[in-house]
Structures are given as structure tokens and as C-alpha cells.
């Protein structure tokens, strides 16, 4: 099913995102965790595509199984950097083979090496209207609530948002932020865009603060000090972080509360934590009936 069409169709829609092992990782690590993480029945599941395209083969096998074994609705990942449309084209075929209707369309990090990375793309917008002008998929883009790092303001970053929606995107997703005020700024400044598609607030928890840190460096994303005060009451070797559950909870059913329909998840492929967190907050309480 079409992404668009659940959100269209669902009064409450929640998803989680998971990303392929490394390829020279057993890949039923990653079947093992969707297996258990099904019991919280997304009513989609995302797979990233790795830096460069690291592990492309993977997130196609990985969606495939996940749409057609455990018959939920697949979301693959796909970025353009550093790829021609040819490339672009064999992975769209063979998703398309498989039954997958959804992608995720991403520009995709820059190379640390400063190497030229441009091939037939530049900008996520392209790679959208590549596929909207040859395919039938339903499309995904990323959207930024404290900005994207590399943008100068936030208007100009709403600017590329609206030619990502303009070339064919049906929906936003996007990335994870710690304060909910960011969130419903941003959704506010979209609106006031013009831009109209569905936007879905990504959500992160974590059980490490190194591995927060790690993301919200990378993303320029604001740690509140109550966050930071959380997490670091953590004990590193646990599966499952008693105050950032309780953190990432509050967080979510503030986001209902304030009327959010939807709710995607970064699992990180954290298991118990996120399990944790689903079963706690109001999401499952509003999807009773799922």
C-alpha cells in the first residue's frame, strides 16, 4: 500500500525506521530485530540506505522481505549522491519487481574526502522528479525542523523543502528533534509555505549520550539539558534506558495531545527500548483497535 493512501485513510498512522547491518554482518541480525519489533505493528517500516550507497543490496533485500514476507508496508531509503540515473534506475526497476510502492528520496550525505560527488544529481528534488516523471511510487522527503546544517536560513531551506513537494513529493518526514517547540514551529512555517503534504514528526530516543551526540552533531539538532540529564543516568551495558523512555514517552504524548496524527520512530534498532516506549506512551493506547 501507498504511504499516502495510509495517511490519508488512517486516523492515527505510526511507523518505525530501521537501517541494514554492515555488509560483512550477518544479515538475519537485522530479520531478528524486525521480528520482534513487529509486535508494536507499525503500519510502515522505513530501511536507510548506508553512506554512499554502502548497503544498497541490503535495504532492497531487507524492504522485500519486510513488504512481502512479514507483509507490512515497505519505505526504502534511496539517495542520489554520487549516482547516475542509470544507477538510480536498476534500483527503482528491481524495487518496483518486488512490489514495493514507497521511497524515501534523499540527496544523502556529502563525502568526508571533499571528492566530487555530483554525477547526474544534485539536490533531492531531482532525484524526486527522476521518479515521478518515470514510476509510480509514492514519495518521502526529508524535512529539517532546526534546519538543514548546510542551508543558510531557514527560509531558504523551506525553499528547497517546497521544490522537493512541487517536483512530486506526497509526503515529509523529519528528522529527529529533542524539543517539541521546534516541531510545531517548523510545522507552522510550512503551512505558512503553502506546501500542503503530510508531515511527520521523526523521533528519536537513545540508550548511550554518545550516540545522540553523535546524530545531533551531524544533523545540528539542539540537546535540551533535561534530555542530557536524562541519558546520563544511563548504565551504558543496559538494552534500555529507564529515563529517556520516560523522556522520549512525554515527548510523544505531547505531540498527540497537540493533536499529531502521526508518529515515526528511529529505532536505531533498539529492541526493548523502543518496545518500552511504544507500550507507554499513548501510542498504544490510540491504536487499541490496530
Known sequence: ??????????????????????????????????????????????????????????????????????????????TCIGSSKEDIARILDELQDKGIENIMALRGDLPKDNSNPYKDFRYACELVKFIKDRWDFCIGVAGYPEKHPEAETMESDLEHLKEKVEAGADFITTQLFLDNNHFFRYLRLVQEKGIKVPVIPGIMTATKLINIERMANLCKVEIPERFKNAVSSCDINSPVCEETVKYTVGQINHLIKNGIKAIHLYTMNKIEQNKRIYFESKLAEIRKDK
Open 1 to 78: 500500500m501507498k504511504i499516502i493512501d495510509i495517511l490519508k485513510n488512517k486516523d492515527f498512522v505510526f511507523s518505525i525506521e530501521v537501517f541494514p547491518p554492515k555488509p560483512d554482518t550477518d544479515i538475519q541480525v537485522i530479520y531478528d530485530t524486525i521480528e520482534q519489533l513487529k509486535e508494536i505493528k507499525p503500519d510502515f517500516i522505513s530501511v536507510t540506505y548506508g553512506a554512499g550507497g554502502s548497503t544498497r543490496t541490503r535495504t532492497v533485500e531487507i524492504a522485500d522481505k519486510i513488504q512481502n514476507y512479514y507483509n507490512i508496508t515497505a519505505l526504502a531509503h534511496l
